[in-house]
């Protein structure tokens, strides 16, 4: 039975679990039967023309844990932004570990997707919210949808800002010997309020995991969200990550994605304008090597006039790597004096490391500052030559470079811990130790 025929066979007994006369009962089934025709995608459709999951799907996948796995703290403690105190919404395995997390009801909500789909009170933001800005139509956040029970809900109520930032930590033990976890996140933001959450998968062994996660984001009018996800898990380690932004007036919503670790990692990034002088700003960074594989899809949809947005990704590609970055800029008609800038800049460090760029601009408003670029080269050998020249060897001179590349992006970061952290990494990435001023 390949991963296909287990997952539809598994969905009846799920929603048995969890309760086949739920009222999310005709959109769990409408999802799975489009997932049902569709299937899981291959290069044949445009969208994922350079990456294919044929290799991944060949393993035999566990849907459903068969226990619950507890995991110590002093074990993860890494992973965690330990060094500025963080609301924690933490998952083994799929499932929620309260001893590891540390969520709120006061002021804000900080809790459990469960508990939203599943009780009363949560009845009428499930409704207005739930599936709304996520695609009907793409077959992976369909899967997602038809099995959706689990994951992260935040609701900042209208003027509050979250007095600290928001971990949403997802660990795979590896007890199980394939695993595939489909977390499903929320994420409102009300009217003048404001957000920080990080977002991190990560597998403590070298068992296979696939994750396709889905996550939802709502800006209302004025509000300001900054998303992070940290992406560095072990090279046995497969994402698909599928977020959608809806934005209202004079929202602010950055999502900065840095993609450092995995086997395969396919990043789709939806934004979705739904009120004047907003601004969306899309950022990256990937650095990789060996015979890793990330894939940048991103879409932001222009539908209202005097909008911003802005994407900068950077990647940088070592031994038989391959990195694909997808952009596209669509400008309605009604959309006039859009501001739109989007850049894939990207380093190849080895004659066999690829990258496969199409930057696009779909524009039908006459009135607009829309531009894009891509670029795809080497590092400067008369910068290298001329650091040497000063004294600094050629190890460290190549990791300054590479360093500088990256920082417009790192700069971006508002959260200062998570700057310091994310530094590390790109330290580590390129093999020096920060001995120098990075």
Request: aromatic letters at 10%; hydrophobic letters at 35%; a neutral charge.
């Amino acid at each position: 039975m390949d991963l296909k025929e287990k997952l539809l066979s598994s969905f009846m007994a799920f929603e048995e679990r969890i309760d086949v006369h739920s009222e999310l009962h005709d959109v769990r089934t409408s999802a799975i039967k489009n997932f049902e025709n569709k299937g899981f995608p291959t290069k044949k459709d445009e969208a994922w023309k350079y990456t294919s999951l044929n290799a991944i799907l060949k393993n035999d996948f566990t849907v459903f844990p068969k226990e619950e796995n507890a995991v110590e703290f002093n074990h993860v403690k890494k992973y965690f932004l330990h060094e500025v105190d963080t609301y924690k919404v933490v998952f083994i395995d799929g499932v929620f570990s309260s001893h590891l997390s540390s969520t709120t009801h006061d002021g804000i909500d900080v809790c459990l997707m469960s508990s939203a789909l599943n009780k009363p009170k949560y009845k009428m933001i499930i409704d207005t919210y739930f599936n709304q800005i996520a695609s009907k139509d793409e077959s992976l956040t369909s899967l997602n949808t038809a099995f959706a029970n689990e994951g992260a809900y935040i609701h900042i109520p209208k003027s509050k800002v979250a007095d600290k930032p928001i971990e949403i930590m997802y660990f795979s033990t590896g007890n199980e010997a394939a695993l595939l976890v489909q977390p499903r996140n929320l994420v409102i933001v009300g009217e003048n309020s404001h957000v920080q959450i990080i977002e991190r998968h990560q597998s403590l062994t070298e068992n296979p995991v696939l994750t396709n996660s889905v996550t939802e984001i709502y800006a209302q009018k004025r509000a300001i969200v900054d998303y992070y996800k940290i992406q560095n898990d072990t090279l046995e380690a497969n994402l698909i990550d599928n977020t959608y932004v809806s934005q209202k007036q004079e929202s602010h919503v950055s999502v900065h994605t840095f993609s450092f670790g995995g086997n395969l990692t396919r990043n789709n990034l939806n934004f979705y304008h739904f009120g004047e002088r907003l601004t969306s700003t899309l950022n990256g960074i990937t650095i990789i090597g060996e015979k890793q594989h990330v894939d940048h899809y991103t879409l932001v949809k222009h539908s209202t006039p005097n909008c911003e947005s802005f994407q900068d990704y950077k990647g940088i590609y070592s031994d038989r790597s391959t990195g694909v970055f997808n952009g596209k800029v669509y400008v309605e008609k009604e959309a006039q004096k859009t501001n739109a800038f989007q850049k894939s800049n990207n380093i190849l460090l080895s004659d066999k490391a690829t990258i496969n760029a199409k930057p696009q601009l779909e524009i039908f408003a006459d009135d607009v500052k829309c531009s894009h670029g891509c670029t795809v080269g080497q590092l400067d050998e008369t910068a290298m030559f001329y650091m040497q020249q000063r004294g600094i060897p050629k190890k460290e001179a190549k990791a300054l470079l590479m360093y500088a590349f990256s920082n417009a992006v790192i700069e971006s970061i508002k959260i200062p811990e998570l700057k310091q952290r994310i530094t590390k990494i790109i330290a580590t990435k390129l093999g020096v130790k920060i001995g120098f001023d990075l």
